[in-house]
């Protein structure tokens, strides 16, 4: 057993706590990882909020995250301790009818025990203060040591600097995937991306990537239009601007409507807009933001029966054990920008004031 520090959230609505906590060995067809840096996410905060149906406490969150591997379990053949590696909450089992199918990057093979917070053999490995802690999306990176399933790792190069590429664990790859991936941008398209924070920029950087000659930025926040620009948005615009709905100013900047639009929120109502900012007949719109549970999204039928697409996308798409490495080179080789993504850099122990930092959107 292994003491370290790590972030818990003992109750939700609370700042999170730093403890001492305990971490078992991992059993068979598990990974111990040393963690040497985490990001801070909406949807490690969306849980903490108590919005999360799915959220159990005490726990410890965190998935974007990357360490090196301290010890495995029995029957674990594809990494081994000192590789370095990237946690991943969508694992790919290679054996599931979803891994197996070209159209999803959705593997179910542990979705129920990792939805409760626990390993696949139902139990924890976290304990703190005589208490089990839970798993947070078979991850948990807010912890100096974690475990993870065999198949919720990536394996990547190990001259990757891991303060940057624990990014490439969700936001970066999520964005630049639902661009790339679930939406095909095609060369020399129009595409409105909602949302300028990590994931709209990786959305954007997929778009220039794939060719696009117009992207345009749409965010309530002006201070985050020259860090858009930087990714590739040809202008930024606020529909606090506008008299009329945000979906009628593109459909008029953009003579019908945008080929792609990209909604990185988690609003229902700016799903809407960012359907009926497309053009009709061939337009597609990506969901990419999470909204809270139990919310809706509505339109008229007739937005689609004139050739609108309605999508939505998980980690970009991509099956995470193939392609998170892949991700890892293509950044090695400067054709994705990582760093850029990086504003501040905080030693662990101020974990509750990254997520102030997110919180006002700095």
Known sequence: VIKCKAAVAWEAGKPLSLEEVEVAPPKAHEVRIKIVATAVCHTDAYTLSGADPEGCFPVI????????????????TKVKPGDTVIPLYIPQCGECK??????????????????????????????????????FMGTSTFSEYTVVADI?????????????VCLLGCGISTGYGAAVNTAKVEPGSTCAVFGLGGVGLAVIMGCKIAGASRIIGIDLNKDKYAKAKEFGATECISPHDFKKPIQEVLVEMTDGGVDYSFECIGNVGVMRAALEACHKGWG???????????QEISTRPFQLVTGRTWKGTAFGGWKSVDNVPKLVTEYMSKKIKVDEFVTHTLPFDKINEAFELMHTGK
């Open 98 to 135: 979803f891994c197996k199918n070209p159209k999803t990057n959705l593997c179910q093979k542990i979705r129920i025990t990792q939805g409760k917070g626990v390993m696949p053999d139902g139990t924890s490995r976290f304990t703190c203060k005589g208490k089990q802690i839970y798993h």
């Open 284 to 294: 597609v719109s990506v969901i990419v933001g999470v909204a809270a549970a139990g």
């Open 152 to 164: 919720s790792v990536a394996k990547i190069d190990a001259a990757a600097p891991l303060d940057k």
């Open 61 to 76: 969150l965190g998935h974007e995250g990357a360490g090196i591997v301290e010890s495995v379990g029995e029957g674990v």
